[in-house]
């Protein structure tokens, strides 16, 4: 397996999951802005989408989107809460909290487009808070350690922590939601995150 990333990116989520299961893995850094690898070959012919992550399975398979290929990962796992019953309540709820922090992204990624306007930056602002407030009662009513509290860690902590951790990086405060960043500095400390963040230059 290979997993295409840019450092610090949603991909680096897949990174943290993959380094948790203990699965057979190589990682290959892509340049978003110019589409392309270290070694200048055309990252479009991988993922035509030219985003991160994509996940090549078997030579010239390849799964992209991170609801897809977090949940290949943990099917693939002996980790129970990363791989719960096909059909199963648990299933359906892990899948509801992984297309959540897809919502986050949405209020945290177009920050980084440079030149942003002022008011599209206040009206992304605002989605933000409402996101972050979503978040910090779902973690508060479930006890605040991981978004599915009866699963425990599962691939959604490992992308939401991700998700959080640009804040500094698009200038936004988020230290009004202190259950958040708790999860996020957990999720982060953990040794599978710390390896990750090492791989891809980060620490």
Not at 47 to 52: C, E, F, K, L, S
Not at 149 to 158: L, M, R, V
Not at 188 to 195: D, H, V
């Amino acid at each position: 397996m290979k997993l295409y990333y840019t450092p610090g990116a949603c991909s680096l989520a897949a990174h943290i999951i993959l380094n948790e299961t203990g699965l057979d893995f190589s990682i290959e850094a892509v340049d978003l802005k110019t589409k392309t690898l270290a070694d200048g070959s055309d990252y479009l012919k991988i993922n035509q989408r030219g985003a991160v992550p994509a996940l090549e399975i078997s030579p010239g398979v390849v799964i992209t989107q991170n609801v897809a290929i977090l949940t290949w990962i943990g099917n693939r796992s002996d980790i129970a809460a990363f791989r719960p019953a096909a059909g199963s309540v648990e299933q359906a709820r892990l899948l509801e909290a992984i297309g959540f922090c897809e919502d986050v992204h949405s209020a945290f990624g177009p920050l980084f487009a440079p030149d942003l306007p002022d008011v599209v930056r206040e009206r992304i602002l605002s989605m933000n808070t409402r996101r972050m407030t979503q978040l910090e009662t779902l973690l508060k009513a479930g006890g605040g350690e991981y978004m599915l509290p009866d699963q425990g860690f599962t691939p959604a902590d490992a992308l939401i922590a991700v998700i959080l951790s640009w804040a500094p990086h698009v200038n936004v405060d988020i230290s009004a939601f202190p259950t958040a960043c708790a999860l996020r500095d957990r999720v982060m400390a953990r040794p599978s995150a710390q390896k990750a963040l090492k791989a891809e230059g980060l620490i």
